[in-house]
């Protein structure tokens, strides 16, 4: 069927569209219960996603309540928000989410693993099972998005659902984007086990583009600096603190900020986000394997060392 302008409606609901929205898409946002990963959700939803699967860290958090869905449903009543209970470092709990997902919607166009645990804030505070569950958390469920999603992505259906927001999906297409730390690309960030984990969750990034050639999936990296994510080292403590995605922001001091960010201040969990977006939507068509840091600048002017 031929709309205005002579576009049809394939094209005119394919992952190119020229305003960036995610009419249809199908997404799923693991760490939803963090900052980052409830801004995430909402802003899919304001790009037009028809339904994210708002996942828990683990299948013991309150993921009926992830993501703050019913104010996002709320503001955005064509957007379909499911809290999903989900055990991001189990390879069953995956295959059982993308079986979920598929069975209900009969595609999966976007899987952001927005996870991560900072861990012990120094060497000598570390030993084997903080590192093996830094990688776990940090850089499995980026591996596990890209070994399962991309067989998800690759399904496709030439039928308009009856949801609002509904389009069909002809051809393969999707993208994973990992959210992750400025500690993956250089030292100095927090401690040890933190700065290797992220580095691995970038090399699944790096190493998923020849896994993805030929598939029509792409994959990208969001590695973010001093977010600002709610947490005060006076008010929490140091085992709560370990267990975030990022350092707080206020390990370091607004003057120092000012000193060695050139934005002069810590990022904000939106900010984040709203790449998130534009690496889902077309607006990033011909990115895949990229690293786009969130950091205000401060990795270009001196990367920053976090004081423990």
């Known amino acids: 069927m031929t709309g205005q302008n002579g576009v049809t409606d394939s094209e005119h609901f394919s992952p190119y569209r020229a305003d960036g929205k995610l009419y249809g898409f199908v997404c799923i946002v693991t760490g939803a219960t963090q900052p980052v990963g409830k801004a995430i959700v909402a802003e899919l939803a304001a790009h037009g996603a028809a339904c994210i699967y708002a996942c828990s860290s ?151 583009v020849l896994v993805l050639k030929g598939t029509g999936v792409r994959i990208n990296a969001i590695t973010a600096g001093q977010i600002d994510v709610g947490l005060d080292l006076e008010d929490c403590g140091g085992e709560y603190m370990a267990r975030g995605q990022f350092p707080p922001a206020s390990v370091q001091a607004g003057e120092a900020q000012k000193r060695t960010i050139g934005l002069e201040r810590a990022g904000r969990p939106e900010e984040v986000a709203r790449v998130a977006g534009f690496l889902a939507s077309g607006f990033s068509s011909y990115m895949t394997g990229a690293e786009l840091r969130v950091d205000g600048g401060a990795g270009v002017m001196n990367p920053v060392t976090v004081p423990v």
């Not at 830094?134 to 850089?139: C, H, I, R, V, Y």
């Not at 469920?141 to 890209?146: I, N, R, S």
Request: proline letters at 7%.
């Open 58 to 208: 683990s299948p013991n958090e309150a993921h009926a309540q992830v993501a703050d869905a019913d104010s996002i449903t709320t503001q955005y009543p064509n957007t379909k928000v499911i809290g999903y209970p989900y055990n991001m470092t189990s390879e069953e709990d995956t295959l059982a989410l993308i079986d979920d997902v598929l069975n209900s919607w009969g595609r999966l166009d976007v899987w952001t693993s927005s996870t991560g645990l900072l861990g012990p804030r120094s060497i000598t505070q570390t030993g084997p099972k903080d590192l093996y569950a830094a990688f776990d958390t940090n850089a499995l469920p980026a591996f596990f998005a890209l070994k399962y999603a991309p067989a998800a992505m690759a399904k496709t259906s030439t039928q308009k659902g009856s949801y609002p927001n509904a389009a069909p999906k002809t051809t393969p297409y999707g993208s994973i984007i990992v959210v992750t730390s400025v500690a993956a690309t250089y030292g100095g960030c927090w401690a040890p086990a933190f700065t290797m984990a992220s580095h691995a969750a970038l090399g699944v990034v790096r190493s998923g």
